[in-house]
């Protein structure tokens, strides 16, 4: 979970002290700063029409909505990448078991040497004629290994298959090109990279998608919502593009504008920057834990915001993180790695005094 930058903070502060006085809350306002929020996101995103893009509360709403309209395909497979985000596994398990279908759980190999190249040969030699879907993230949650999307997209679009991405480990951090990439769909929280608060997100759902069915039926995804005399009058048809998949109550008057204000600080930043910024202030750390001992991903298979570090030899991991606790370093436990996810708000230093304390 990201910190709060303060102008984010101040636009939660603006937006709070609005619902003090509801009679300044206008019919426009239920709009305005969603279709803001949409934009900003596309652009990110090189996301061709920001109406492709949808207001979501969580990863597990945006894998749900996927998972409602996946059609047709008893005896196919689902592959996912082991060990990934619950949120990003769990529909495929309940979607598995109610159309009859195969998970495929790719692992990585065993090896340390170029452990990140083969996982994604393995992921690879997976998909066949037999593949329903690909659900994975940009990058591994646990230990930032990068997965080769253009690769995985080509051998999907060969089978006839989906790409749906979890994004919320790398977007914002990490350059992600919608138009370059085509997946079907990307689902992204936006508590971490994205800098805004909880309980809201953003998606983008591909032609696929285009005529299914939303996991709810609220009121302001419906044709000609804006005219709110007329709600009494009700309409069979959506609003335009993937709008049909918004949240009920989207319109958040005080989360919204928040996640607006970080997208927009970080499309002035560039998530590139922010990620040469990551690769500069850890390089010299990771070289010296790697001739201590420690295990990294090699720097082509993994990525620079988001690393996991695997202690030598002997050494309990529990204790490793304990002492950096100890230090006011903060990191965490995932699997048998520490995860490290520096950003603009680090610096070199940190990053060394990190090393020395588990060099020891």
């Not at 919502?225 to 959506?238: A, D, K």
């Given at each position: 979970m990201s910190p709060m930058p303060n102008s984010v903070l101040e636009a939660g502060k603006r937006s709070f002290s609005g619902k003090l006085d509801p009679t300044t809350i206008r019919q426009e306002d239920f709009f305005s700063d969603q279709e803001k929020l949409k934009r900003e996101f596309a652009g990110m995103c090189n996301i061709s029409?920001?109406?492709?893009?949808?207001?979501?509360?969580?990863?597990?709403?945006?894998?749900?909505?996927?998972?409602?309209?996946?059609?047709?395909?008893?005896?196919?497979?689902?592959?996912?990448?082991?060990?990934?985000?619950?949120?990003?596994?769990?529909?495929?398990?309940?979607?598995?078991?109610?159309?009859?279908?195969?998970?495929?759980?790719?692992?990585?190999?065993?090896?340390?040497?170029?452990?990140?190249?083969?996982?994604?040969?393995?992921?690879?030699?997976?998909?066949?004629?037999?593949?329903?879907?690909?659900?994975?993230?940009?990058?591994?949650?646990?230990?930032?290994?990068?997965?080769?999307?253009?690769?995985?997209?080509?051998?999907?679009?060969?089978?006839?298959?989906?790409?749906?991405?979890?994004?919320?480990?790398?977007?914002?951090?990490?350059?992600?090109?919608?138009?370059?990439?085509?997946?079907?769909?990307?689902?992204?929280?936006?508590?971490?990279?994205?800098?805004?608060?909880?309980?809201?997100?953003?998606?983008?759902?591909?032609?696929?998608?285009?005529?299914?069915?939303?996991?709810e039926h609220n009121w302001i995804n419906?044709?000609?919502?804006?005219?709110?005399?007329?709600?009494?009058?009700?309409?069979?048809?959506?609003?335009?593009?993937?709008?049909?998949?918004?949240?009920?109550?989207?319109?958040?008057f005080i989360l919204v504008p928040m996640l607006l204000t970080a997208l927009r600080l970080l499309n002035e930043i560039t998530p590139a920057a922010i990620q040469e910024y990551c690769t500069q202030i850890s390089t010299d750390a990771l070289d010296r834990l790697t001739k201590a001992g420690w295990w990294v991903e090699d720097p082509r298979y993994r990525a620079s915001h988001l690393f996991g570090l695997r202690p030598p030899a002997g050494m309990e991991i529990t204790d490793a993180s304990d002492r950096l606790i100890q230090n006011n370093i903060y990191v965490s436990l995932r699997g048998s790695v520490i995860r490290v996810s520096p950003n603009i708000y680090n610096d070199r230093d940190e990053l060394n005094r990190m090393a020395d304390i588990l060099i020891g």
């Open positions: 029409d920001y109406l492709n893009v949808s207001i979501i509360p969580s990863v597990s709403y945006g894998m749900a909505t996927v998972a409602k309209n996946i059609r047709g395909n008893k005896g196919g497979r689902i592959i996912i990448a082991s060990e990934q985000f619950p949120s990003n596994v769990y529909p495929w398990q309940d979607l598995a078991r109610l159309q009859d279908l195969e998970m495929v759980i790719v692992s990585p190999p065993d090896q340390t040497n170029e452990r990140g190249k083969q996982w994604n040969e393995n992921i690879l030699n997976a998909i066949d004629e037999r593949t329903v879907m690909v659900a994975i993230g940009n990058v591994h949650w646990a230990d930032g290994t990068k997965f080769d999307l253009m690769r995985i997209r080509k051998a999907t679009r060969e089978a006839g298959a989906l790409l749906i991405i979890d994004g919320t480990q790398s977007v914002g951090a990490l350059p992600f090109d919608v138009g370059q990439i085509d997946p079907d769909a990307l689902i992204c929280a936006g508590y971490k990279w994205l800098m805004g608060p909880y309980s809201l997100g953003l998606a983008y759902y591909g032609e696929y998608f285009r005529d299914g069915q939303p996991l419906r044709y000609n919502s804006e005219n709110f005399r007329n709600l009494v009058n009700y309409e069979e048809r959506f609003q335009p593009g993937m709008t049909r998949y918004d949240m009920g109550e989207k319109s958040n």
